[in-house]
C-alpha cells in the first residue's frame, strides 16, 4: 500500500501524474448486486422485516457485524440449495454498468477482487461470472447439519454435496467482524506492488481503510449516511460507470478515446462533473 490519497482527488483526476490504482476490490452485496444475499433469504422465508432491521444496523456501523451474523442464519436455517440459488438472484439484480465496468478495468491492465461478507457458495460463482477470477474472490464459508434433510437417502448425495443440509455455523473468518475486510485486503495486496482501491456501501467497508489507498462509498443502491459522511470519495448515482475514471491513471485516461470503453469512460466522466461523485476534500 502506497500513501493514503490526501490530495484533492478531483483536481487530479485526468492529470498525466495522476497514478491511478492498480488493484480494485468491490464489496458483493449492494454494491455489484442491488441486493443484500441474507436479506433475500429472510424474504423466501418470510423473515424480510427483522432480518433486514439487523443488516442495516450492522452496515450502518450501529452495530458489530459479528453480533448479528450468525444470528440472522440460525434465525433462517437455510439449505445448501436456498443459498446456491442466491447466484441466480446476484446475476438478476447486477448493477448497471458492473459487467463492462470489469471487463473495462481488466482491459486496462487493473487486478480485480471481491471482498464480501456475504455467503461464498453465491459470491463466487456470481464473481466469476463477472469475469473476476476465483482466486481473487472471498466470502463467508459456511458447514452443514450433515444430520439434517433426507440424511437417510443415498441417492440425494452427490459427490458430499446434498442440497436439503440445513445451516450449521460460519467458518472463522474476518469477513464476519466488522473490521475484518481491512484483515482480507492485507492478506490479498501483501505481495503486490502499487495502489488500492475498494469500493463498497457500508461501514464495514470503510473500516478497510488501513489497508487500502482508497475506499469509494457506494450510494447507488442504497444511501448508508453513515458512510455518506465519512467516506472520500462518495458515488450516488445508481450505476458503477464513474469507478473508470476514477481508476484510470491519467496517461490511461488520454488513451481511453482509443478503446471499446469511451463511452463508458465518458458517462462515468460526466457523472463526476455533474456531482453524482461527492468529494469530501471539495467542502
Not at 127 to 134: A, H, Y
Not at 157 to 181: C, F, H, M, N
Request: with cysteine.
Amino acid at each position: 500500500m502506497s500513501h493514503p490519497v490526501q490530495v484533492s482527488l478531483r483536481t487530479h483526476l485526468l492529470q498525466p501524474d495522476w497514478p491511478g490504482f492498480d488493484f480494485i476490490i468491490f464489496d458483493c452485496d449492494s454494491t455489484l448486486s442491488t441486493i443484500e444475499g441474507i436479506d433475500e433469504l429472510a424474504r423466501q422465508k418470510g423473515k424480510f422485516n427483522e432480518v433486514k432491521k439487523m443488516t442495516d444496523a450492522a452496515m450502518e456501523g450501529e452495530i458489530h457485524l459479528q453480533n448479528v451474523y450468525d444470528r440472522r442464519l440460525e434465525l433462517l436455517n437455510p439449505t445448501r440449495a436456498e443459498i446456491r440459488a442466491l447466484e441466480r438472484q446476484y446475476r438478476l439484480t447486477v448493477v448497471p454498468d458492473a459487467p463492462d465496468i470489469i471487463k473495462a478495468l481488466k482491459f486496462f491492465g487493473k487486478e480485480l477482487f471481491i471482498v464480501s461478507g456475504g455467503l461464498l457458495a453465491a459470491v463466487r460463482p456470481f464473481g466469476e461470472w463477472l469475469g473476476i477470477p476465483r482466486q481473487n474472490i472471498r466470502a463467508v464459508d459456511v458447514r452443514y447439519n450433515r444430520l439434517s434433510g433426507r440424511w437417510w437417502d443415498y441417492q440425494q448425495d452427490q459427490w458430499g454435496q446434498r442440497p436439503d443440509v440445513e445451516y450449521l455455523d460460519s467458518e472463522a473468518t474476518p469477513l464476519i467482524e466488522s473490521q475484518g475486510k481491512a484483515d482480507v485486503a492485507r492478506d490479498l495486496l501483501q505481495s503486490s506492488a502499487g495502489r488500492s482501491l475498494l469500493i463498497g456501501d457500508g461501514m464495514s467497508d470503510l473500516a478497510a481503510r488501513p489497508a487500502v489507498d482508497l475506499v469509494v462509498g457506494f450510494g447507488g443502491v442504497i444511501t448508508r449516511q453513515n458512510v455518506l459522511n465519512e467516506a472520500e470519495v462518495f458515488v450516488r448515482c445508481p450505476t458503477l460507470a464513474p469507478l473508470l475514471p476514477l481508476a484510470l491513471s491519467g496517461q490511461q485516461c488520454q488513451q481511453e478515446q482509443d478503446t471499446p470503453y469511451n463511452e463508458l469512460f465518458r458517462k462515468g466522466w460526466n457523472l463526476i462533473e455533474t456531482g453524482e461523485v461527492l468529494f469530501r476534500d471539495d467542502n
